[in-house]
């Protein structure tokens, strides 16, 4: 029931996940962050099992910045993303991480990457692309208008398009987005974006996104 979103630019990714936590059918929570900061110019947003989800992210976490303590450098978004579907692929053969993410960073010259990557550990370069069953609604449609080079504010134009258009077709409320831009000059953090779905009266207020809450 989850929904990641990268779309790369000319010196820049977008960044965008969903915060419902699900068990189920049951809504458990509707602030869950599933981007987890690599670097300062390095964010992986995940979706799958919401234990997996944190372990993993963790682990990679951890172990990029354990690298850069002990060699003096930090890895680039192609080597951190090698090394992230090394760890699927070990994991495939004896306890697999049930996870699907999508990992984006920009290099020191400015050149943004976006990798997608599934529980199987295949793992390809895109210039857009997404997961969850939001993607059967958000591909064909960034496929449409996706160009190359865009500004950030094209991007930005895009996802709000791409996640419009999964708040109409997809029967399942998901109630704001979080968005990041990646750039050069670090990760800046965006308002959320919020979903056009009605919200329980019992979901807390601090929950809710300030748009959203006229409807609760």
């Not at 993993?56 to 172990?63: D, G, M, S």
């Not at 529980?119 to 997961?131: G, P, R, V």
């Not at 000059?185 to 308002?191: A, F, N, R, S």
Request: one cysteine or more.
């Amino acid at each position: 029931m989850e929904c990641l979103i990268g779309i790369t630019g000319k010196d820049f990714v977008l960044m965008a996940s969903d915060n419902l936590a699900a068990h189920s059918i049951i809504a458990i929570k509707h602030d869950t962050q599933k981007q987890f900061e690599l670097s300062d110019k390095m964010v992986m947003a995940v979706c799958g099992d919401s234990g997996d989800m944190v372990n993993y992210a963790e682990y990679i976490q951890k172990n990029l910045k354990l690298y850069e303590m002990i060699h003096g450098y930090k890895l680039t978004p192609n080597a951190a993303a090698n090394f992230s579907r090394k760890v699927l692929a070990k994991a495939l053969r004896s306890n697999p991480y049930q996870v699907n993410l999508l990992l984006g960073g920009v290099e020191d010259c400015g050149t943004p990457s976006l990798y997608f990557m599934d529980y199987l550990a295949s793992m390809t370069k895109e210039k857009f692309a997404a997961h969850g069953y939001g993607s059967f609604f958000i591909l064909s449609t960034m496929d449409r208008y996706y160009k190359d080079d865009m500004t950030r504010d094209e991007a930005l134009d895009l996802l709000k398009l791409c996640i419009k258009e999964v708040q109409s077709r997809f029967i399942v409320n998901l109630n704001s987005f979080s968005v990041k831009f990646i750039g050069k000059e670090g990760i800046t953090v965006l308002e959320n974006i919020p979903g056009s779905g009605t919200v329980h009266k019992d979901v807390p207020r601090e929950a809710i996104h300030p748009e959203l809450i006229s409807r609760a």
